[in-house]
């Protein structure tokens, strides 16, 4: 059941997740299909809160921007290891101890068909969509190559195990973005579908805003959508009602 927020206003900031959020989930992340009007309506939207929209995803900035051609927003990308301000200004941590992590997920992709490697400039992302019984192996392969290593931490989303920074996550960005102008001093509201995006609901509504969930799951959101398309058309008729108001 959707029980989405109230419409957007000047003084909202809309925070936005990709995979699963903006497009539908794909069996592998170079498969996912965008939607034509996506491009478009995201111009809209980031024009309609003069500024105040950012995409928070896990894909790399190299991944996602030729996806979504011409790129004009702000931007937190690898769950916020890497930050691109309104202003253009790019913010990236040095990754620490990633070298065996990224030897060991390749080590076993090599032995086993259907699992993805995805090495990204502050982390890497063990994909078994594909692979689904292999799931198990993943996590104990990536759990035994972070060990204790405190610079590192170890995620485990939709058909994905990721290793990233430790110091970083989507929730820390989204409170980065709020700091600045344009987002500083509006409502924030952030949409995600998966764990990866449950610090980000928990920071935008400490802040006074809305979290929406995406799909299916438990979550600390206190709005949901059924659907990407469903998200989709939610944005869509905030710019129908801004252009029929009187």
Known sequence: MSTLPRLLTDRSALFLDFDGTLADLALRPDAVVIPRELVPLLDRLHERLHGALALVTGRAREDIEPMLSPWRWPAAFEHGSVRQSSHGLFTEPEPVGLLRVLRAARELAAR?????????????????????????????????????????????????????????????????????????????????????????????????????????????????CASPEALRAWLADNLIQEDTAP
Not at 127 to 155: I, K, M, S, W, Y
Not at 183 to 193: H, N, Q, T, V
Request: neutral net charge; hydrophobic residues 45%.
């Open 112 to 224: 086993h068909e259907g699992l993805l490697v995805e090495h990204k400039r502050t982390s890497v992302a063990l994909h078994f969509r594909l692979a689904p019984a292999l799931e198990a192996a993943c996590l104990d392969t990536l759990e035994r190559a972070v060990g204790n290593d405190a610079h590192l931490q170890l995620l485990h989303g939709k058909a994905v195990i990721e290793v990233k920074p430790s110091r970083v996550n989507k929730g820390l960005a989204i409170e980065a973005f709020m700091r600045e102008t344009p987002f500083a001093g509006r409502e924030p509201l952030f949409a995600g579908d998966d764990v990866t995006d449950e610090a980000g609901f928990g920071v935008v509504q400490r802040l006074g805003g809305a979290g929406i969930k995406v799909g299916a799951g438990t979550s600390i959101a206190r709005h949901r």
